[in-house]
């Protein structure tokens, strides 16, 4: 069984930088991708950023030029750096990691999932 620990949220203020970690912990055999979705109340669910064992990422045009996506892959860990952190940016914000019959891309899925970390920015 594979467990996703978050941390790095926060309570920040707006064009402030907050730093995510996810690390996983157990056999996270044939891995494919790690990335991040948040969710804010009142809103759908969003794929922030994913990154594959290739190297290659994605972002969310919402965080395009603001978030980098960055793995140890040897430890499997997986970071966010966000840069310019807006209001919007308010969110609970998840880990989530698949092997390769999963998808980072698509909720239903994703196999693992973490318990999500608060990111918090005030105006």
């Known amino acids: 069984q594979v467990q996703l620990a978050e941390s790095g949220g926060g309570s920040v203020q707006a064009r402030r930088s907050l730093r995510l970690s996810c690390s996983a912990a157990?056999?996270?055999?044939?891995?494919?991708?790690m990335g991040w979705f948040r969710h804010a109340p009142g809103k759908e669910r969003e794929g922030v950023a994913r990154?594959?064992?290739?190297?290659?990422?994605h972002y969310a045009v919402s965080m395009k030029g603001r978030a980098t996506i960055s793995q140890d892959n040897a430890n499997n860990i997986v970071y966010l750096q966000m840069n310019s952190l807006k209001p919007d940016d308010t969110a609970m914000y998840y880990c989530?990691?698949?092997?390769?019959?999963?998808?980072?891309?698509?909720?239903?899925?994703?196999?693992?999932w973490g318990q999500g970390t608060q990111v918090t920015v005030s105006s």
């Open positions: 989530a990691a698949s092997e390769l019959s999963g998808s980072c891309q698509v909720p239903g899925r994703i196999n693992y």
């Open positions: 157990g056999s996270l055999y044939n891995k494919y991708c």
């Open positions: 990154i594959y064992t290739d190297g290659s990422r």
